[in-house]
């Protein structure tokens, strides 16, 4: 069921006041995939009375009063997208489409809609209750962080929007926690996965540079983050204590991940599926099309691409869902009304992390001196799809499922350090679960900017190109690869542009018509390089492209006119469209889920 966003639904459900009032910068998309319906379901679930307020209108208080004051708190998110992601491109243009306002057209969401929401709050509600920011864009930017649309350092967002609480991460247990603990009077300060604000740093903290030597000092900003980047992991995170002005910003460290139990509690609780009648009065959500019929079968990852915010946003240790729990699912899928047998998804933000990490990470936490899979898969990893061949499996025989799409995209190294199953597994992928193509993210041909962005190089997609064509060929399917490449990167030139058009031109017989410029997502590496020009593990200075002329130049040198070629059986190649996209993360505009839509 629908969270209520009207007064009339208050008064259908005989309620005469909300204990929480979520408010959102996206429609109102009541989906799994969707962060702010998966909190009120989750405190609705527990027996508060939630209610919802979709992008509303920031110069009258129409929308914001229209359900009243709640009793507990108010929760503000940006929506499934930072919210200068989602508004503006790399270059600061205003983006005139998008995907989660109903009619598609850019022009509900304010820019910085944490901080416009905020205030539009304590505009109209005078000493209100606490108003509580989560979600993607409150969580990127929960310490001082760098902000590419202004081109400086920013303070956390919880002072710029004069907010009390702030939610990081996935929130269901830190939101619970908060509301358990404002009902009852009980400090929250305590609360994992929270930053509040305060007049001392707190005891046992690690001290982080202040707002202002990082703001004035790049290896002040890199000693920050890098401070800030080791204290994630849910099991030896220390709390931090960084200085903002005349107060503190603390934060506590972050949640345990949920287990599958509660990941299927979580993906059990009664979506509608749909986009509420308030908003859907006002067209057509193009992002439901692409979360209504799929199934998200985990979150977090440890691939830790220095682009991606998914690591910072959903940490490192991957959750599972149990496949009872995702079967169920799929049932409940097939008996909506407009289904037509074809589930769009069955994935995460890597497909193939599902249903298997690694036993040390989860009994001491993750390494604070190795990664998971860089430079090449850890041996304590010992990947296992055997998993996911399963679940597959058993979800083509779900009644009424003509086939279950795995469209989230693969890791070739995941595919191919599992000596037992990674064959066996991208055969099921390729004969049962691809639409025609399958999305690979090399993101670039070049040593030294794959170094920069933490991503493996052709030793990986070579063999596994060879392989998926090998699959294809035995299953006598027309099917091919499609590539997400990224221009300008930080340590990315004009040569190794040019480098990555001779790769893709010959080596991948393909010629990319789009290709993504990088975008400066706050609280990522590869912001940080983008900021300080220096490679913050090695120390050596980086080329950054950061002229707006010059990035695009980065871009036409490996956009061609023409189509490119694909492989489809026994390698025939035939023209085909290329789609290339830099952001395979929370915060994609194309699709919501994990990342994408992450909160
Ligand atoms: S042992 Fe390897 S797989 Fe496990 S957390 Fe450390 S780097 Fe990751």
Not at 175 to 187: D, Y
Not at 296 to 316: D, K, L, M, Q, S
Not at 337 to 343: E, H, L, R, S, T
Not at 572 to 584: D, H, L, M
Request: with cysteine; aromatic share 8%.
């Amino acid at each position: 069921m629908f969270l209520p966003a009207t007064p009339e639904e208050l008064r259908t459900l005989g309620w005469d006041r909300l204990d929480v009032i979520l408010v959102t910068g996206d429609s109102y998309i009541d989906s799994p995939y969707v962060g702010v319906s998966v909190i009120g379901q989750w405190l609705l679930r527990a027996g508060y009375r939630v209610g919802i307020i979709a992008q509303p209108d920031v110069d009258s208080g129409a929308d914001i009063t229209r359900l009243g004051e709640p009793v507990l708190f108010w929760g503000v998110t940006g929506g499934c997208i930072d919210s200068l992601v989602a508004n503006r491109t790399a270059s600061g243009k205003r983006r005139r489409e998008d995907d989660f306002t109903a009619g598609g057209i850019n022009c509900r969401r304010p820019d910085r809609a944490v901080i416009a929401y905020a205030n539009l709050i304590r505009r109209h509600f005078k000493a209100t209750r606490p108003i509580v920011l989560g979600g993607v864009e409150a969580s990127l930017r929960r310490i001082a962080h760098y902000d590419a649309w202004s081109d400086r350092v920013r303070r956390s967002v919880l002072i710029d929007a004069k907010a009390d609480l702030l939610v990081y991460g996935m929130g269901e247990r830190t939101v619970l926690e908060i509301a358990e603990g404002l009902r009852t009077g009980h400090p929250v300060t305590d609360v994992r996965g929270l930053c509040y604000l305060a007049a001392e740093p707190k005891a046992g903290t690690l001290e982080l540079p202040s707002y202002e030597e990082a703001a004035a000092d790049g290896a002040a900003f890199a000693d920050m983050f890098l401070g800030f980047y080791r204290n994630q992991d849910p099991l030896t995170a220390r709390g931090l204590s960084q200085r903002q002005d005349a107060r503190w910003l603390i934060h506590n460290p972050p949640q345990p991940p949920l287990s599958s139990t509660e990941m299927d509690a979580v993906h059990g609780m009664d979506f509608a599926r749909d986009v509420h009648p308030h908003d859907r009065r006002l067209g057509r959500v193009r992002a439901l099309e692409t979360i209504r019929f799929a199934i998200p079968t985990h979150r977090g990852c440890y691939g830790e691409c220095h682009f991606c915010a998914i690591a910072v946003h959903e940490g490192r240790t991957v959750s599972s869902r149990s496949e009872a729990s995702i079967l169920r699912e799929a049932e409940l899928i097939t008996a909506l009304p407009d289904f037509k047998g074809y589930i769009l998804d069955v994935g995460g933000p890597t497909a193939n992390m599902y249903g298997f990490e690694c036993a040390k990470k989860l009994q001491r936490g993750a390494c604070p001196d190795r990664r998971c899979l860089y430079p090449s898969v850890c041996e304590s990893l010992r990947p296992d799809h055997g998993r996911q061949i399963a679940l597959l499996k058993k979800l083509r025989r779900v009644p009424g499922v003509k086939q279950a799409v795995v469209a989230s995209g693969i890791r070739p190294d995941l595919v191919l350090a599992d000596r037992r199953q990674g064959i066996p597994y991208l055969r099921e992928v390729v004969r049962h679960h691809t639409s025609g193509q399958m999305k690979l993210a090399p993101e670039h041909s070049e040593e030294r900017v794959l170094k920069c962005m933490g991503k493996p190089g052709r030793e990986t997609l070579l063999p596994f190109r060879d392989l998926f064509r090998r699959l294809t060929a035995e299953a006598g399917k027309e099917q091919f690869l499609t590539y997400y490449l990224i221009a300008a990167h930080p340590g990315c030139t004009e040569t190794d542009m040019e480098e990555l058009r001779r790769f893709a031109s010959r080596e991948l017989a393909i010629h990319p018509e789009e290709v993504q410029l990088f975008t400066p997502t706050p609280s990522t590496v590869s912001t940080l390089m983008y900021r300080t020009e220096r490679d913050p593990f090695g120390g050596k200075g980086l080329f950054v492209e950061k002229t707006a002329a010059g990035r695009e130049r980065q871009k036409k040198i490996l956009v061609a006119k023409t189509g490119l070629l694909r492989y489809g059986m026994r390698g025939s190649q035939q023209t085909q469209k290329e789609v290339g996209s830099w952001a395979r993360t929370k915060t994609s505009r194309k699709k919501p889920k994990r990342n994408l839509p992450k909160r």
